[in-house]
């Protein structure tokens, strides 16, 4: 069941470029969301969308933008990728908050 | 600040017996509550909710308890069957400005054996 794509699945990376990472919805929800995992800390949450052009910051933004300018696109740009942002990251999609999450297969990023 | 915590990094547990996964939490704005199950490569998966009006909820075998005085919820799987070996996480959520914004714990590698 597709209904969220992320791509690309795996990307490396050189410390000091700049890497855009796509989720794609075909489920028209409203919410979307972008995480990052890593051992020890569970998943975070870089940035949120709750409709077109309407973005905010969770907990760990800094380094991140995001851009919405569509229903079913939310970008996840990494302006100056470091070693730090090497991780797992995940889209989420919900149509409502009291639903839960449906979370995309994730992206592995490697920043060398 | 970790609000949301799962302090056993893993369990072990044999087949047919009961699996409790525990976490506690110290935002005592959270009002809603999930489980998500994550194999590797894939991305994690919603198995089960519990408003903070309830104190329990059930789904097959999956039994979620909220204690909320202690801030603690727990995650009950019986019987655990060796297809259930994942990583589970708690999330929580508030209301107002953090209307929709999960807050995961680290997570807990469940094995159950054969």
């Known amino acids: 069941d597709a209904g969220i794509t992320q791509s690309p699945r795996h990307k490396v990376t050189e410390t000091g470029t700049p890497v855009t990472l796509r989720c794609h919805q075909t489920e028209n929800h409203r919410y979307m969301y972008w995480y990052r995992q890593d051992p020890g800390h569970g998943l975070r949450l870089i940035h949120y969308s709750y409709g077109v052009k309407d973005t905010d910051k969770g907990e760990v933004s800094d380094g991140y933008s995001v851009s919405r300018s569509k229903t079913e696109d939310f970008l996840l740009t990494l302006e100056s990728a470091t070693s730090s942002q090497t991780s797992v990251y995940f889209c989420a999609i919900s149509e409502s908050p009291d639903y839960g999450y449906t979370f995309g297969s994730g992206t592995r990023l490697t920043v060398v | 600040d970790q609000q949301v915590k799962q302090n056993s990094p893993s369990l072990s547990v044999q087949e047919g017996r009961i699996s409790i996964l525990n976490c506690d939490y110290t935002?005592?704005?959270?009002?809603?509550f999930l489980w998500y199950k994550k194999y590797p490569a894939e991305g994690p998966t919603f198995l089960i909710s519990i408003s903070s009006i309830k104190d329990k909820n059930e789904d097959g075998r999956f039994t979620v308890f909220l204690n909320k005085s202690a801030k603690h919820l727990s995650l009950h799987i019986v019987p655990s069957q060796p297809g259930d070996s994942a990583v589970y996480f708690c999330a929580a959520s508030a209301g107002g400005t953090s209307y929709g914004k999960l807050t995961f714990g680290q997570g807990t590698i469940l094995t159950v054996h054969p």
């Open positions: 935002n005592s704005m959270f009002d809603y």
